[in-house]
């Protein structure tokens, strides 16, 4: 462990280090409800929209350029912040693992390494990812409007004051996670209702089935 640790402060390995760190500070916020696990995401807006004609006389702009590599790489079907996380985990496994057992620790060894590693990584990650799109895709189904208003929902992970939960809601056969707030006191496996939205839409509002 001692020896792990030595080679993770490494100068070369160290850039890594650091954003692992961040990311564990990341998911553990997360887990704890203090950050919506697509608080970082954005939207793919429709001028980046690449549709690919075939077309002799098509023109290739930078934001078309973006906007795919984006898609490629699952940044429009799971979260930002997933993948990202996925890439420094295997940067940084890769970096500690190849710097340690080639005993190679010059300045232009690491810099030779950097870029084949980084792209290696977002490869990784892409095929990593590859599992989480269905779930996702039913999540942001689960997302969809005005619908939901009046259904009820099992609570899965109780809201806590400001911090959101999780709960299910069954549509056509089945159940679809939505991200819930409450201003009532909740317990995992309570059934509630729907009432309505928050103000910025990312939060279904719902209480306890009975009223209380």
Not at 26 to 49: E, M, Q
Not at 111 to 137: H, M, Q
Not at 143 to 164: D, H, S, T, W
Request: with cysteine.
């Amino acid at each position: 462990m001692q020896e792990l640790f030595q080679v993770a402060v490494h100068p070369l390995n160290l850039v890594y280090t650091v954003l692992m760190a961040l990311v564990v500070l990341y998911w553990l916020s997360v887990i704890l409800g203090a950050i919506d696990i697509s608080a970082f995401d954005f939207d793919f807006d429709a001028d980046l929209d690449v549709d690919v004609d075939v077309d002799v006389d098509a023109d290739f702009s930078l934001d078309g350029l973006f906007a795919s590599a984006l898609h490629f790489f699952h940044f429009d079907r799971v979260p930002f912040m997933l993948i990202m996380s996925l890439v420094v985990l295997s940067a940084w496994s890769m970096t500690v693992l190849t710097n340690h057992y080639w005993g190679n620790y010059s300045a232009a060894y690491g810099l030779a390494l950097a870029a084949p590693i980084l792209l290696i990584a977002f490869l990784l990650a892409k095929i990593l990812s590859y599992p989480l799109i269905p779930l996702f895709a039913r999540m942001n189904t689960a997302a969809a409007p005005v619908e939901y208003v009046g259904m009820q929902c099992r609570v899965k992970l109780p809201p806590y004051g400001k911090n959101f939960g999780q709960g299910g809601v069954y549509h056509d056969g089945d159940e679809l996670l939505v991200n819930i707030k409450s201003t009532h006191s909740l317990k995992a496996g309570e059934e509630t209702v729907i009432i309505g939205r928050t103000e910025d839409k990312r939060y279904w509002l719902v209480e306890p089935l009975d009223g209380s």
